[in-house]
């Protein structure tokens, strides 16, 4: 089925003609759970990875656990629709012998399945995202990892890893991806307008009309951030959303360029303030606005994955060299 984002509550360049210079394209990937295989783009499926080559493994060192939750026993409270019951860790670490930990497969994508998915280091057309299950360090941070192939050449492999190795436990229920299938589909957006991302005249011009829509229309206004400029959810391409942490600056580490999202990692497809977005597919046609979304659980966050609290993950490569090294935000 596909995914039909409706039309914006205001045609935002009719309100801010200036708007349309800085128009641009992104992704929505819309994942819903279902049962996706190795040769499909998808969040939490099965990943396209020859069975000669090594799992990818985290070596550094992991914050020490004292409970968490068994995988199969995650998937089994999810299919009864139950929350699974954390268990003691037994021991002091969390990897094996040697600490090691391995890295949990979050998504893969496709060039030909995803419009607007830039190409790789030497072409590549596959790209896959991956994070260590456990926190790290005193501030509790994630790693991340990207890994880049060339789609055709991959799947020539004799065989393919049937299934990947898992920790015994994971700290928190929401370390394991629900399986989604994709519905892709692309959209216009606009930047996200704080401090330089839009020259201040037009950012004063849009602070005024959202202050002016909410004294006339309430708490329910419509507002440029939340329904007019950057869609929630997975998508590719794009702008960065901000409202964590404000704008920042992301440079190559190699070659001090300007580096540009490559793709965005929600824990949610919509919340309180951005629910216009939900597709119409996913919603009562007799009902009006929040009340008409339905679904529940599998529309609002249906890979089951967070990213810090209430974040995003946004990804960033280099245009100048898609092979330097990626770079992580979480907004």
């Avoid at 009864?80 to 002091?92: D, E, M, N």
């Avoid at 509790?140 to 789609?151: D, H, K, P, Q």
Wanted: proline share 12%; charged share 25%.
């Amino acid at each position: 089925m596909t995914r039909t984002t409706p039309a914006r509550p205001i045609s935002v360049e009719a309100v801010f003609p200036e708007l349309a210079s800085y128009r641009g394209r992104t992704t929505r990937l819309h994942p819903r759970p279902g049962q996706p295989d190795v040769r499909n783009s998808h969040v939490g499926g099965p990943m396209l990875w020859p069975d000669s080559e090594p799992w990818p493994v985290c070596h550094e060192p992991h914050q020490h656990e004292t409970e968490g939750y068994v995988p199969d026993e995650i998937r089994s409270a999810r299919a009864a629709g139950v929350w699974p019951r954390s268990r003691p860790w037994h021991g002091a670490g969390t990897g094996g012998e040697d600490g090691s930990v391995p890295f949990v497969g979050l998504a893969q994508f496709f060039r030909r399945d995803i419009p607007g998915l830039v190409a790789g280091p030497d072409g590549a057309d596959l790209v896959q995202l991956f994070r260590c299950p456990f926190a790290h360090g005193p501030y509790l941070e994630r790693r991340y990892l990207l890994r880049w192939r060339r789609a055709a050449e991959t799947e020539r492999a004799e065989r393919f890893l049937a299934a990947p190795p898992e920790v015994p436990l994971f700290r928190w229920e929401d370390e394991l991806p629900e399986p989604c299938v994709l519905h892709p589909e692309q959209v216009d957006t606009y930047p996200w307008a704080e401090d330089d991302t839009l020259p201040a005249p037009l950012i004063a011009l849009i602070d005024a009309w959202d202050d002016a829509q909410t004294a006339e229309h309430g708490r329910d206004a419509p507002s440029y951030q939340s329904d007019l400029s950057i869609p929630p959810g997975w998508r590719v391409g794009g702008f960065p959303n901000w409202a964590s942490t404000g704008p920042l600056t992301v440079d190559c580490t190699s070659c001090a360029t300007p580096m540009r999202l490559l793709l965005t990692a929600a824990g949610d497809e919509m919340d309180a303030d951005s629910h216009s977005w939900m597709p119409l597919e996913d919603r009562d046609p007799s009902l009006q606005g929040k009340a008409s979304i339905r679904g529940g659980q599998s529309v609002a966050q249906p890979t089951r994955l967070r990213f810090g609290r209430d974040r995003d993950l946004h990804v960033f490569t280099c245009p100048a060299d898609p092979g330097h090294p990626p770079q992580w935000v979480l907004s």
